[in-house]
């Protein structure tokens, strides 16, 4: 059975900075598109951005371009979230998902079950 699993989500201050990482089992992360997607407390779930299978190509959301990396380390079958310049509006549970081909939660299989970030002002 597939899982992922999200770790590193915490409480931060504004303007501070917090690393995710997401964790695969019986799931060959360079296979795949990851994503990342977050939901915030009565809003829908919303895509934060992607690496590529290929090299190590991303994509992110307007909202976080610029202060969010993501990246991988296919060795360790791990990916990363790394968030910087934290506000209010980043708080949300985060999750971690693959394959993730488009920016929408579009042919998305696998989910994990998320990692709450709380950002206080």
């Known amino acids: 059975q597939v899982q992922l699993v999200e770790s590193g989500g915490g409480l931060v201050q504004a303007g501070g900075s917090l690393r995710l990482s997401c964790a695969a089992s019986r799931l060959t992360f360079r296979n795949y598109a990851i994503g990342w997607f977050r939901q915030a407390p009565g809003k829908a779930r919303e895509f934060v951005g992607r690496i590529l299978w290929s090299g190590s190509s991303t994509v992110y959301a307007d909202s976080v371009k610029g202060r969010f990396t993501i990246s991988r380390d296919d060795a360790k079958n791990t990916v990363y979230l790394q968030m910087n310049s934290l506000n209010s509006e980043d708080t949300a549970v985060y999750y971690c998902?693959?394959?993730?081909?488009?920016?929408?939660?579009?042919?998305?299989?696998?989910w994990g079950r998320g990692t709450q970030v709380t950002v206080s002002s």
């Open positions: 998902a693959a394959p993730v081909r488009t920016n929408s939660e579009l042919g998305v299989t696998y």
